[in-house]
């Protein structure tokens, strides 16, 4: 397949994804009744749309001008990445980790993997493929974890009660 192409659907999926979130949040609205339940939904909303918005950006980039895609790949990985950090290290802080830790501790490696392929793409040379290529193995395991993620918010967590917090 072409990596064009490639892109070009694995956007669209994502963002239809981001649109299925958004109607399981509808119908679980005590997800979004607590701090935690809306960081937490929010964490699995930004597990979807950041990998849509790097298949975009890989799209108008390409290999035309591999600058736009790299340097966006760079930012929105450290986006990810960052924001990823910052829910783990909250949930473990208020002890409601639970199982969502792994996921979200492989997802911030996906995500600073990204990001050095993204400033270092000659990284990908020994594998045999593109940089945009490798770039495309990392965001299908990105949304390989998101799915988990979801799986595991859906089936064996509650969303951490707010006085938890304190």
Known sequence: MDVSTFYALF????????GLWWNVVQRHEGWLHTAAGRRDAGGVYLSFLL????GLFAQVGGTTDPGVWRTTFVVVAGVGCWSTLHL????????????????RGVAA??????AVLGVAPVLAEPFGVTPLQAEAILLVLLVTL??????EFM????????????
């Open 109 to 114: 490696v996906l995500y600073a993997l990204v």
């Open 11 to 18: 956007s669209a999926t994502c963002f239809t994804l981001v």
């Open 88 to 103: 783990l290290s909250r949930s473990r802080r208020n002890g409601s980790a639970g199982s969502l830790a792994r996921p």
């Open 155 to 166: 089936t064996h967590t509650e969303p951490a009660d707010d006085a938890a917090e304190a």
């Open 51 to 54: 990998p849509a918005l790097m």
């Open 146 to 151: 998101a799915h988990w993620l979801v799986w």
